[in-house]
């Protein structure tokens, strides 16, 4: 049913593939959204302002943008994959130098009319220059050492960056992408078990070099009642916030623990909690439900698209995507530690949502351009 | 779309590759290349895949966790942190007097309180606020310690009682004081001060030793009876705290009121006292620099007056009295603090001869024809008891006996009568025991016996012994209160009368009644009476000076002097010091008990003056003016209602609400 009645090539009118765009995986993310007005109207305590009407502001502007990106050949982003690559390289660099402090780290680049934040925007620009190398990769080129190395360069220098700002949440999730990534595209099952093994031993190190509030993080999701006022207290109220709303929820407007304030960043990066207190289990379930659709939809379009560079580049989109939901989700309802990780298209936050909805118009656009040809160079 | 749809569409796609539309077939080896790869692809997508449904599947769990088996743990958590309970502190119940008169109110009071919450460093915030407006030592200590046992924003008394200067010191230094606010409340008044302290008592701060756990006792101005009726009654004077359910938000600022249960006031205690007579009373008392003295109904037993000087202001202590101005109350030689009407233990002296009188009609040891010649002094065994008079009275019958107040009649017969008869008649008249009497400071007396000598000393009782205890001095010791009642239940035909303060509790009456008849020869209580009303009345009467003019009010009674210290032989033989030039606290007490009118007597008077030397020339023209002033104003006659008659503010406002 997501199967497109007919082939499209590069000589198809624009309002064809206009008809032709994954209208319904257009229809699951204005459902999302939704879910997003809906929690962000209730934080503003039933008021369109300060957050919901920007919400949707946001969304109608970046969806038209997305679908621009959908119609754009996929050939295009094939061609400027590195230098999408190297702007990103360069923002990053330029949040060190003239992005200022927020909650103590630097992430944000003021241009005066939005904030962005680089980051977000790096892990596209990753998986697409990705794509584009393992794009001509054969089976033999994957299992060569020499080969593998630029693309874990590419990988490792944007995450460098980040965790010099301090972000080791987003730094964290451009690993784990870089990795299905290179899963995907065929490298060796050797390597992905070396790796694990290294991790682990690395962790030691790798706890020195936190800050203290990370490591605060960390010690508190290991026993939140510990410090119930203090930092445990983000974790508790989420899953005392969570538990209350029961099967049915408090209801649309009426979770006490969001609008009395005990949640805390209830319109940010706990808006899952806000959600589900109010909507309870069912209301919960049933965005898990939404974003499996969309989750396997992503997978789908991956899977019919005819060339390796666009089904690595949807497929890894769409895992990038799965990691924002998961990893929110997780962490409001205590599973993992307190990061900051926003909910796609229903937490509040421009920067997110632009990368959230780019990375959409790419694998629409992914999915339209299936049958484009592409280079096949060495 | 399922994920079997969709895992089965997969397996397909993997069986049957797609075809690759436009694709020569030069190219096949090419081609066979990439669909390997794209197999490879297929498989590790799946697995990734399966991941990504293994991760979602977690998360439904963890959500169905929270959200269904530990759903009631949570509810229960959010309701705490939403709800909010506060006590509203109730109202303490009035205590008036027999006519309605308000002896205990409550004011309007402005207070300091700190809530710990808003303060970052308590301390140094109290010892800041100190700069402005003065309170005790402890006072810090004391706050700190409250603010541990409560929420971070239950606002802490520090002081009350702000005047304005106080107030408008802690508005102009508010920046400098985070978390210390005004509030204005009630406190316990006490308009007539001094003339009710030691009936009424006073309350206070709940202290750290009287905290029970009620959290009502952590409430800013909360006080609690300290002393005599406040004490007594304070569970019917405290009322029930009210409580209103807030909402309160994360930072415990109130949202908005759930539920509010109005707090109910506390009861409204009409006393027996005839306020206007009390003061009357302890301004009498105060020509003496101590004494007391009770006035009761000799056939009901109620209290009209309980005066005791000196006394003191008890708003003092309501607002948290000063080291200084408690050390001087603590250490005054006259004990301003004791209410020696009730807690005042006295040899009764002479005032006791009637028990023994009472004791030997009862034994049969004397008959109202009974005589013994005095001498001045009565010899027992190696023993020589003087009498008051020197010289002696001559022959002497019950009557004059008790007219004169003989002392060597009541010693010579006493050894026939012997202590326990004398013990037992005492107690049956009131004496050396505890009344239940309405104050908690009531203190016993003491009535010896054989039996408690031997217990007390392993001692034989010597008849000695009797013979100094029948005339009121040696072991005997008595209350003023229970003078009073002694001398009600001698006048009043035998009723076994006890006092009581408490007339009502609001609408409820709390008057004992139907006082038992007395195992008593009627005829003993007329004879020891005729002796009575010749103190006054007689020609030698020893309180003859003390007649009111008016015949209608005429008033008996008998005087009483008892020794502080005992006199040494050698000071009768050189001859004994004038009682006025021993420093005071050595000299003798003066005692009255009196009634009146001598026919069918109503008001009964028991008066003490510490070390006011003799009984006849001090206590008797006290309860001479106390009798007089208490017949004319006749409180008897008025009836006695709840409020004095007069409906209450509160009552008036539920019949109309």
């Not at chain 1, 992503?298 to 899977?303: A, D, H, K, N, R």
């Not at chain 2, 007597?601 to 023209?621: D, L, Q, T």
């Amino acid at each position: 049913m997501f199967e497109p009645k007919m082939r499209l090539n590069d000589n198809t009118s624009l309002l064809h593939k206009v008809g032709h765009l994954n209208w319904s995986l257009v229809a699951l993310l204005c459902m999302v959204a939704g879910v997003g007005v809906l929690s962000l109207y209730s934080a503003g305590n039933g008021s369109f302002s300060p957050w919901a009407s920007r919400h949707v502001l946001r969304f109608s502007i970046l969806l038209a943008g997305c679908l621009v990106i959908a119609l754009i050949n996929i050939r295009f982003w094939y061609k400027l994959a590195y230098p999408v690559y190297a702007i990103g390289i360069v923002l990053l660099i330029a949040v060190e130098i003239i992005g200022h402090a927020g909650m103590g780290a630097q992430r944000w680049i003021d241009l005066g009319i939005i904030q962005i934040q680089p980051s977000e925007l790096m892990k596209i620009a990753v998986l697409i220059a990705l794509a584009k190398y393992f794009h001509p990769a054969s089976s033999e080129d994957m299992k060569r050492m020499s080969f593998l190395i630029p693309p874990a360069l590419m990988i490792l220098l944007p995450v460098g960056l980040v965790l010099l700002q301090p972000d080791l949440g987003t730094s964290l999730m451009i690993v784990m992408a870089g990795i299905v990534m290179f899963f995907i595209a065929g490298a060796p099952f050797w390597l992905f078990f070396a790796g694990g093994a290294g991790v682990i031993a690395l962790i030691p190190i790798a706890w020195t070099f936190l800050h203290e509030y990370q490591k605060k993080r960390v010690l508190i999701f290991l026993d939140p009642e510990s410090d119930p006022f203090g930092s445990g207290y983000h974790i508790t109220q989420s899953k005392i916030a969570i538990g209350s709303g029961g099967i049915e929820g408090k209801g649309f407007l009426k979770g006490s623990q969001s609008h009395l304030n005990f949640l805390p960043e209830k319109q940010t990066d706990f808006i899952f909690t806000l959600w589900v207190e109010e909507w309870g289990l069912i209301g919960g379930l049933l965005l898990l439900l939404i974003n499996a659709a969309i989750i396997l939809y992503g997978i789908w379009i991956s899977y019919m698209c005819k060339h390796t560079f666009g089904r690595l580049l949807a497929f890894g989109l769409i895992v990038n995507y799965s990691l924002y939901v998961f990893i929110n989700i997780a962490m409001v309802m205590g599973l993992i530690p307190v990061v900051g990780v926003p909910l796609p298209l229903i937490s509040y936050g421009g920067t997110a949502m632009m990368a959230t909805l780019i990375s959409f118009g790419l694998i629409m656009s992914c999915s339209l351009h299936r049958d484009s040809k592409l280079p096949r160079m060495n | 779309m399922s994920w079997k749809n969709f895992s089965k569409s997969l397996k397909k796609r993997r069986k049957y590759p797609p075809s690759i539309g436009g694709r020569s077939k030069a190219v096949k080896s090419k081609t066979s290349r990439s669909t390997d790869k794209q197999e490879q692809f297929s498989r590790r997508a799946f697995l990734v895949t399966i991941g990504q449904g293994g991760v979602l599947s977690l998360l439904a769990v963890r959500m169905g966790w929270l959200q269904i088996a530990e759903a009631d743990k949570y509810k229960t958590l959010a309701e705490d942190n939403r709800v909010n309970l506060l006590m509203l502190a109730p109202q303490r119940g009035l205590i008036v007097d027999r006519f309605g008169v308000p002896l205990a109110i409550n004011v309007r009071d402005y207070r300091a309180v700190i809530i710990p919450e808003k303060a970052e460093d308590m301390e140094s915030i109290l010892k800041e606020l100190r700069k402005y407006i003065s309170y005790n030592d402890g006072t810090i200590e004391e706050v700190l310690k409250k603010s541990k046992k409560v929420s971070r924003f239950v606002p802490i008394e520090i002081v009350n009682n702000l005047d304005w200067e106080d107030l408008s010191k802690i508005e102009v230094n508010r920046p400098s004081l985070p978390g210390v606010f005004v509030e204005t409340g009630e406190i316990r008044s006490y308009p007539l001060k001094e003339s009710t302290s030691h009936l009424i008592g006073y309350v206070g701060r709940v202290s750290e030793k009287e905290l029970s756990g009620n959290p009502v006792e952590l409430l800013p101005g909360y006080k609690i009876g300290k002393s005599a009726l406040e004490k007594q009654f304070n569970d019917e004077l405290k009322g029930k705290p009210g409580q209103r359910e807030v909402e309160v938000n994360a930072t415990g600022r109130e949202v908005r009121d759930l539920t509010v249960v109005a707090p109910t006031s506390g009861d409204r205690l009409t006393l027996s006292v005839d306020i206007e007579y009390q003061r009357f009373a302890q301004e009498v008392l105060s020509k003496h620099k101590s004494a007391a003295a009770v006035v009761m109904d000799a056939h009901t037993g109620a209290v009209y007056a309980l005066a005791s000087h000196p006394s003191f202001d008890p708003n003092l202590f309501v607002d948290g009295i000063g080291t200084q101005a408690w050390n001087e109350l603590l250490n005054d030689p006259t004990f301003p603090l004791t209410n020696k009407a009730v807690a005042g233990q006295y040899p009764p002296g002479s005032t006791f001869k009637m028990m023994t009188a009472m004791a030997g009609l009862e034994a049969g040891v004397i008959e109202p024809n009974t005589t013994v010649v005095c001498p001045g002094y009565y010899k027992l065994g190696n023993g020589k008891f003087h009498c008051w008079k020197n010289g002696g009275h001559g022959r002497m019958n019950l009557k004059s006996a008790l007219e004169q107040s003989c002392d060597v009649f009541f010693y010579k017969l006493s050894t026939s009568i012997g202590i326990d008869k004398i013990a037992e008649v005492s107690k049956r008249f009131g004496l050396g025991e505890n009344l239940g009497f309405e104050l908690p400071e009531e203190k016993n007396g003491f009535i010896p016996s054989k039996y408690w000598k031997k217990k007390r000393f392993g001692e034989k009782w010597q008849p000695g012994e009797t013979v100094i205890n029948s005339i009121g001095q040696g072991y005997v010791l008595t209350t003023p209160l229970q003078l009073a009642t002694m001398t009600a239940r001698l006048v009043n035909g035998g009723k076994e009368v006890k006092p009581w303060l408490s007339g009502f509790m609001n609408e409820k009456p709390l008057i004992p009644s139907g006082w038992k008849q007395m195992d008593i020869d009627p005829k003993h209580l007329e004879l020891i009476k005729q002796g009575m009303d010749a103190v006054i009345l007689g020609e030698q009467g020893t309180a003859r000076g003390s007649r009111i003019p008016d015949e209608t009010m005429s008033m008996g009674g008998k005087t009483g002097t008892s020794q502080v210290r005992r006199i040494t032989k050698a000071e009768r033989a050189t001859g004994r010091k004038r009682q006025e030039d021993l420093p005071w606290n050595e000299r003798h007490h003066a005692l009255f008990v009196g009634y009146a009118p001598t026919n069918n007597p109503r008001y009964i008077c028991s008066v003490i003056v510490e070390h006011g030397i003799g009984g006849s020339s001090a206590a008797a023209p006290l309860a001479k003016e106390l009798l007089w002033e208490i017949q004319k104003r006749n409180p008897a006659e008025s009836p006695f209602l709840p409020n004095g008659g007069m409906a209450s503010f509160d009552t008036q406002q539920k019949k109309h609400g």
